[in-house]
């Protein structure tokens, strides 16, 4: 648990005026990072600002490491009310909201910042306040930690068909099992907290993350090749029992919600640098070999997966949902041009 972060300066520039009690709610967040995480860091600049920001009316423990069980179990935990946060990732939520399930689309955003764009848009946030009415836990905030690439041990990857035959791990999520296949690759489900045992042993020759996960994780120990191919996009999301938020009152709900996109957007400026600058080149140096596709290259990973996958979420979610979702992309992209035009 973390101690109190409130600091006299912070409070004095929000504003708000610390309270001389007990705080009056408590948070107990969890997520499954290691302290050293920018997912932790970011959680630690939530904790600091709801402290603060609510006058000591909120405190927050944060509890890192998995210490209470996996990604899934605290999202239950959370759900249920035995904890009030947890983290949420794009190959978790589904299971709780089925319509989560487009966030592990491949080749479906061209960058972070087009996937925090479409984030903010009225499609999700109908969507996110669906998920809290029928789920039970809404979604304050989200971080992109990064697109997730391949590795392996194999050879490398330079297009689609050379996954031909690899046994490649994937989390538990249909999506990833569905284009691994469409790429003609061996798709493995491996739990999280048994991949790098899995890797050393050759139980499986490859895996896919983002870059910074790679480094983080020291997998450059058991993996030789790299491919930056940014197949699919990693959404770290910060979860609250609905129940407790609407407990809240309305300038507290203010204050959590602003505190949580105050994290998330911690975590996503430090692994954009990591993905675009500092993991790749010290990925290199470890000695993993680094290939960049060329966009020709790189379409035939995207093209390959194309028509598998819409037929996929067609089948989950229905031809109505998968129209709608591609069409706000498309708006989204089109938007974004005029602006610059």
Avoid: C
Avoid at 128 to 152: I, K
Avoid at 196 to 205: I, K, N, P
Avoid at 228 to 256: K, Y
Wanted: glycine share 8%; proline share 6%; no cysteine.
């Amino acid at each position: 648990m973390i101690k109190r972060l409130a600091l006299t300066a912070a409070i004095g520039a929000l504003g708000f005026v610390p309270a001389a009690d007990a705080a009056d709610f408590t948070i107990r967040a969890s997520h499954a990072e290691s302290t050293e995480s920018p997912l932790h860091k970011g959680w630690l600049v939530f904790a600091a600002y709801v402290e603060a920001a609510s006058g000591g009316q909120i405190e927050v423990e944060v509890l890192p490491a998995g210490q209470l069980g996996s990604i899934h179990d605290t999202l239950e935990q959370a759900q249920l009310g035995a904890i009030e946060v947890a983290q949420g990732d794009e190959a978790n939520l589904d299971p709780f909201f089925a319509p989560m399930l487009f966030l592990s689309t491949p080749y479906l955003f061209s960058d972070g910042d087009e996937a925090l764009e479409f984030l903010r848009r009225p499609f999700f946030q109908e969507l996110s306040e669906r998920m809290a009415a029928e789920s039970g836990l809404r979604l304050l905030a989200a971080a992109p930690y990064g697109f997730r690439s391949f590795t392996n041990n194999v050879r490398p990857l330079k297009t689609a068909a050379d996954l031909e035959g690899i046994r490649m791990r994937v989390p538990p999520s249909p999506m990833s099992l569905a284009m691994v296949e469409a790429m003609g690759g061996s798709p493995t489900p491996v739990p999280w907290e048994e991949l790098y045992g899995a890797l050393q042993q050759g139980v499986v020759d490859g895996q896919e993350n983002p870059v910074g996960i790679v480094f983080d994780y020291t997998f450059y120990q058991v993996q030789k090749y790299l491919t930056v191919d940014n197949h699919q996009l990693g959404l770290n999301t910060i979860m609250i029992n609905e129940d407790f938020f609407q407990s809240l009152p309305p300038e507290l709900r203010q204050v959590v919600v602003a505190g949580a996109q105050e994290g998330a957007m911690t975590e996503f400026g430090e692994r954009n640098y990591q993905a675009r600058v500092s993991a790749v080149e010290a990925l290199r140096a470890e000695g993993m070999e680094v290939y960049l596709p060329s966009a020709e290259e790189r379409a035939t990973f995207r093209d390959a997966t194309i028509e598998p996958i819409r037929a996929y979420l067609t089948g989950e979610l229905g031809a109505e949902f998968v129209d709608a979702l591609y069409a706000e992309v498309e708006a989204l992209r089109a938007e974004r041009l005029a602006r610059v035009e």
